[in-house]
């Protein structure tokens, strides 16, 4: 493998607090102070002017579907549209077909993953088939590879079994991701429960039943000790427990999502399905609530909650779509349009939220330009505006509320140790 | 003023001046149901679907007699018998509704925005006949066409909704209508069938029966719907009825002249008593004729009509 030299760029490494115009030298897939005469010799050379170099982007809420649905995206084509949207490393979700309940079918996708241009971490479930009835083996899944645990969509939710499970996970170091919704409070629900669930006349979902599972969780780790890790928080109050619980010193984190912090609810008003998820859009209070949570460090991360679904599944009524929206390809530009430009969010924050903070939360080697470390990197262009067309992008699903929009901020090459994998709009392995 | 949609999708979108046009063309369409010979040619060979993917009777039935009396060829679907029930999704089976040269789709549909959807994929018109929780807009223009020719204008006059609003696709037409046509609106009910998001929408929100029901010139009663609601929203129909039935008692409460609505299926002994229901005061069947004509009227004008054809006389 040849050595790199990305030259002439502004360098970002929220890691190293390295924000200057410089080089960056790579060498046998890592990054290095500087290379030798014979290796700059040989080395390839990335004029990286005008262009933003960082550690390469950390997602660790992704959906693959591989096994059991690929016609809506598999390891191959969703590691495609990380590395088209600067990510380099990513964590999948275990709610495929079958679940990640097994070593077997951790094994499976660690064997698939290994062709992938990016690195990919799978997750195990908490519980037999994410039916929140009985634990899943969490050593063995630790042993399979597995970086973290959770029952994603199906929030557990006896408390007794999450209070055994994070206990549990916590001898085998593995956190404890979770989707944070009391069921009881939702069933059939499809969006925001308030004023305009009202007007619609769709079932609401209310944020009580977030903050609810948010509290609890905060409470089980302050029990407990153990890392509870909550996924694409969506209240205002959400964040505001999660504030008070960073002041206490309890050891939970959360991510937002660059959906929630770009719409709020009023974007279903033609009943839309791309703008179904779960957690839903909220209110403009909540958004910015979200925004605020990222500023002060209350939440620690962004993660995209890439969620593929064929067309024909969210061309339906409202009512019978599922949640969720494809975000790897978007979420550099949407993060930096709405914290950077309309935020006022430091640039180096931003690329901070989507690197060394979310690779720290499960302990991943990534996220750092540090010499030493695996050489990841995005480079991107902060100021090219460009036509997002799904259909011409890589994710095999094209669920995007972005579809046909102008985005600012192209990323123009990804390196995954080492090798460029991704440029100018081609994927190269 | 030429009658511009295509669609009739809800009543929100609508502006007072549609209203009032339908509302014209509907008084000119119920002149013709009082004749001995209900029928005009305004539809004549064209070809109206009922696509009712919900249970329905009346509703149904009223527009299909509406359809009729236009002189319409009209086809009604059973949800039960439908292609939908092996798997086939909406947009698939009204494109072959389409397919098949049908000139209009009168949709009732469970979930709410689904008439809207249809109308993004189809090229002929799309009138809602009532989807999920959202809208009912031929109910809500029937109500307020048989207010108008109960009280005439409704400009300051009080309605009172009173019942299931949270799962009410008429609630939420009607107020809609009513406060577009200048009407007072307090919906009151349990709060859990009725919260205050509602307030949003213009109307006043209430839990006290008895303030609610003071001067006012409208009771619209609603039924409880069980079959929305996905846990108990209240602790049981007696306790219902004990707390917001509408008895003898509590319609003394209402001006001596105002009138009683229920767009049925009525309850008899939980939201309405029967010597309520059927008292001088009840203009509930003068509200399910009317429906006849204010659906006559929607088809007539989302087919092409204009309002000023039928208001000449139609012989």
């Given at each position: 493998?040849?050595?790199?030299?990305?030259?002439?760029?502004?360098?970002?490494?929220?890691?190293?607090?390295?924000d200057?115009?410089?080089?960056?030298?790579?060498?046998?897939?890592?990054?290095?102070?500087?290379?030798?005469?014979?290796?700059?010799?040989?080395?390839?050379v990335?004029?990286?002017?005008?262009?933003?170099?960082?550690?390469?982007?950390?997602?660790?809420?992704?959906?693959?579907?591989?096994?059991?649905?690929?016609?809506?995206?598999?390891?191959?084509?969703?590691?495609?549209?990380?590395?088209?949207?600067?990510?380099?490393?990513?964590?999948?979700?275990?709610?495929?077909?079958?679940?990640?309940?097994?070593?077997?079918?951790?094994?499976?996708?660690?064997?698939?993953?290994?062709?992938?241009?990016?690195?990919?971490?799978?997750?195990?479930?908490?519980?037999?088939?994410?039916?929140?009835?009985?634990?899943?083996?969490?050593?063995?899944?630790?042993?399979?590879?597995?970086?973290?645990?959770?029952?994603?969509?199906?929030?557990?939710?006896?408390?007794?079994?999450?209070?055994?499970?994070?206990?549990?996970?916590?001898?085998?170091?593995?956190?404890?991701?979770?989707?944070?919704?009391?069921?009881?409070?939702?069933?059939?629900?499809?969006?925001?429960?308030?004023?305009?669930?009202?007007?619609?006349?769709?079932?609401?979902?209310?944020?009580?039943a977030?903050?609810?599972?948010?509290?609890?969780?905060?409470?089980?780790?302050?029990?407990?000790?153990?890392?509870?890790?909550?996924?694409?928080?969506?209240?205002?109050?959400?964040?505001?427990?999660?504030r008070?619980?960073?002041?206490?010193?309890?050891?939970?984190?959360?991510?937002?999502?660059?959906?929630?912090?770009?719409?709020?609810?009023?974007?279903?008003?033609?009943?839309?399905?791309?703008?179904?998820?779960?957690p839903?859009?909220?209110?403009?209070?909540?958004?910015?609530?979200?925004?605020g949570?990222?500023?002060?460090?209350?939440?620690?991360?962004?993660?995209?909650?890439?969620?593929?679904?064929?067309?024909?599944?969210?061309?339906?009524?409202?009512?019978?779509?599922?949640?969720?929206?494809?975000g790897?390809?978007?979420?550099?530009?949407?993060?930096?349009?709405?914290?950077?430009?309309?935020?006022?969010?430091?640039?180096?924050?931003?690329?901070?939220?989507?690197?060394?903070?979310?690779?720290?939360?499960?302990?991943?080697?990534?996220?750092?330009?540090?010499?030493g470390?695996?050489?990841?990197?995005?480079?991107?262009?902060?100021?090219?505006?460009?036509?997002?067309?799904?259909?011409?992008?890589?994710?095999?699903?094209?669920?995007?509320?972005?579809?046909?929009?102008?985005?600012?901020?192209?990323?123009?090459?990804t390196?995954?140790?080492?090798?460029v994998?991704?440029?100018?709009?081609?994927?190269?392995? | 003023m030429?009658?511009?949609?295509?669609?009739?999708?809800?009543?929100?979108?609508?502006?007072?001046?549609?209203?009032?046009?339908?509302?014209?063309?509907?008084?000119?369409?119920?002149?013709?149901?009082?004749?001995?010979?209900?029928?005009?040619?305004?539809?004549?060979?064209?070809?109206?679907?009922?696509?009712?993917?919900?249970?329905?009777?009346?509703?149904?039935?009223?527009?299909e007699?509406?359809?009729?009396?236009?002189?319409?060829?009209?086809?009604?679907?059973?949800?039960s018998?439908?292609?939908?029930?092996?798997?086939?999704?909406?947009?698939?089976?009204?494109?072959?509704?389409?397919?098949l040269?049908?000139?209009?789709?009168?949709?009732?549909?469970?979930?709410?925005?689904?008439?809207?959807y249809?109308?993004?994929?189809?090229?002929?018109?799309?009138?809602?006949?009532?989807?999920?929780?959202?809208?009912?807009?031929?109910?809500?223009?029937l109500d307020?066409?048989?207010?108008r020719?109960?009280?005439?204008?409704l400009?300051?006059?009080?309605?009172?909704?009173?019942?299931?609003i949270?799962?009410?696709?008429?609630?939420?037409?009607?107020?809609?209508?009513?406060?577009?046509?200048?009407?007072?609106?307090?919906?009151?009910?349990?709060?859990?069938?009725?919260?205050?998001w509602?307030?949003?929408?213009?109307?006043?929100?209430?839990?006290?029966?008895?303030?609610?029901?003071?001067?006012?010139?409208?009771?619209?009663?609603?039924?409880?719907?069980?079959?929305?609601?996905?846990?108990?929203?209240?602790?049981?129909?007696?306790?219902?009825?004990?707390?917001?039935?509408?008895?003898?008692?509590r319609a003394?409460?209402?001006?001596?002249?105002?009138?009683?609505?229920?767009?049925?299926p009525?309850?008899?002994?939980?939201?309405?008593?029967?010597?309520?229901?059927?008292?001088?005061?009840?203009?509930?069947?003068?509200?399910?004729?009317?429906?006849?004509?204010?659906?006559?009227?929607?088809?007539?004008?989302?087919?092409?009509?204009?309002?000023?054809?039928?208001?000449?006389?139609?012989?």
């Amino acid at each position: 493998m040849p050595s790199l030299i990305i030259k002439n760029g502004r360098v970002i490494d929220p890691a190293s607090k390295r924000d200057a115009k410089g080089d960056v030298f790579i060498a046998d897939g890592k990054f290095v102070k500087t290379l030798t005469p014979a290796q700059k010799k040989q080395a390839k050379v990335i004029d990286a002017k005008g262009l933003v170099v960082c550690p390469g982007l950390v997602d660790i809420h992704v959906h693959f579907r591989e096994p059991g649905q690929t016609h809506k995206e598999t390891i191959l084509t969703g590691s495609q549209a990380a590395a088209a949207g600067g990510f380099t490393t990513v964590v999948c979700m275990p709610n495929t077909s079958p679940v990640v309940d097994n070593a077997g079918t951790v094994a499976l996708i660690k064997s698939v993953a290994a062709a992938a241009p990016v690195h990919v971490y799978p997750t195990g479930c908490i519980t037999v088939g994410m039916k929140g009835q009985a634990l899943a083996p969490h050593g063995s899944l630790q042993k399979a590879g597995v970086v973290a645990l959770t029952d994603d969509g199906l929030c557990v939710q006896s408390n007794e079994l999450m209070h055994r499970a994070v206990e549990y996970a916590k001898m085998f170091g593995l956190s404890i991701l979770d989707h944070c919704q009391d069921e009881s409070m939702t069933e059939k629900a499809v969006m925001n429960e308030g004023v305009v669930s009202t007007r619609l006349g769709l079932k609401g979902w209310p944020h009580a039943a977030e903050d609810i599972i948010v509290a609890r969780n905060i409470i089980l780790s302050r029990y407990t000790g153990a890392h509870i890790h909550m996924q694409h928080i969506s209240s205002a109050h959400s964040v505001e427990l999660m504030r008070q619980a960073k002041k206490d010193g309890i050891n939970v984190t959360a991510e937002a999502t660059p959906h929630h912090i770009a719409f709020t609810e009023d974007a279903l008003a033609t009943y839309d399905t791309h703008f179904k998820m779960n957690p839903p859009l909220r209110t403009e209070t909540d958004r910015l609530a979200i925004i605020g949570g990222l500023r002060d460090g209350t939440l620690d991360c962004i993660g995209t909650d890439h969620a593929p679904h064929a067309p024909e599944e969210k061309d339906k009524e409202f009512d019978y779509a599922p949640n969720g929206i494809i975000g790897l390809e978007t979420a550099l530009p949407v993060c930096l349009d709405i914290l950077v430009k309309k935020s006022k969010f430091q640039l180096s924050h931003v690329i901070d939220l989507m690197t060394r903070k979310a690779a720290d939360i499960l302990k991943l080697p990534a996220g750092t330009l540090t010499p030493g470390a695996c050489a990841d990197v995005c480079i991107f262009d902060p100021g090219e505006a460009w036509l997002y067309n799904t259909y011409g992008a890589f994710s095999k699903s094209i669920n995007s509320p972005w579809d046909k929009q102008t985005l600012t901020g192209r990323v123009k090459t990804t390196i995954v140790s080492g090798q460029v994998v991704y440029q100018n709009g081609k994927m190269l392995v | 003023m030429p009658w511009h949609r295509k669609h009739l999708l809800t009543i929100e979108e609508l502006k007072r001046a549609e209203i009032e046009q339908i509302l014209a063309t509907a008084a000119a369409f119920r002149r013709v149901l009082d004749r001995k010979v209900k029928k005009v040619p305004a539809l004549r060979g064209k070809t109206i679907v009922n696509l009712f993917l919900e249970p329905s009777t009346r509703t149904r039935i009223s527009f299909e007699m509406a359809a009729k009396f236009l002189s319409a060829d009209v086809i009604s679907f059973d949800a039960s018998a439908s292609s939908t029930t092996k798997g086939e999704t909406l947009r698939d089976t009204a494109q072959n509704i389409q397919a098949l040269n049908a000139d209009m789709i009168v949709l009732r549909h469970a979930a709410s925005g689904s008439p809207l959807y249809l109308s993004k994929v189809l090229g002929i018109p799309v009138v809602n006949a009532g989807d999920g929780a959202h809208e009912h807009p031929t109910q809500a223009l029937l109500d307020v066409f048989t207010m108008r020719e109960k009280l005439g204008d409704l400009k300051g006059r009080k309605v009172v909704i009173l019942g299931d609003i949270l799962f009410s696709r008429v609630a939420r037409s009607n107020i809609h209508a009513l406060t577009k046509l200048g009407a007072d609106v307090t919906i009151v009910g349990p709060s859990t069938l009725v919260p205050h998001w509602f307030e949003s929408m213009g109307v006043r929100v209430s839990h006290n029966l008895r303030t609610a029901l003071a001067d006012a010139d409208v009771v619209m009663l609603l039924r409880i719907q069980h079959e929305r609601q996905g846990v108990s929203h209240f602790p049981s129909l007696g306790e219902y009825t004990s707390m917001f039935g509408l008895n003898y008692t509590r319609a003394s409460w209402v001006k001596p002249d105002a009138i009683i609505m229920h767009p049925g299926p009525i309850n008899r002994g939980v939201e309405i008593d029967s010597d309520i229901a059927d008292s001088p005061r009840s203009v509930i069947l003068q509200q399910v004729t009317n429906g006849i004509a204010v659906r006559m009227a929607v088809l007539y004008l989302c087919a092409g009509g204009q309002p000023e054809q039928v208001l000449t006389p139609v012989e």
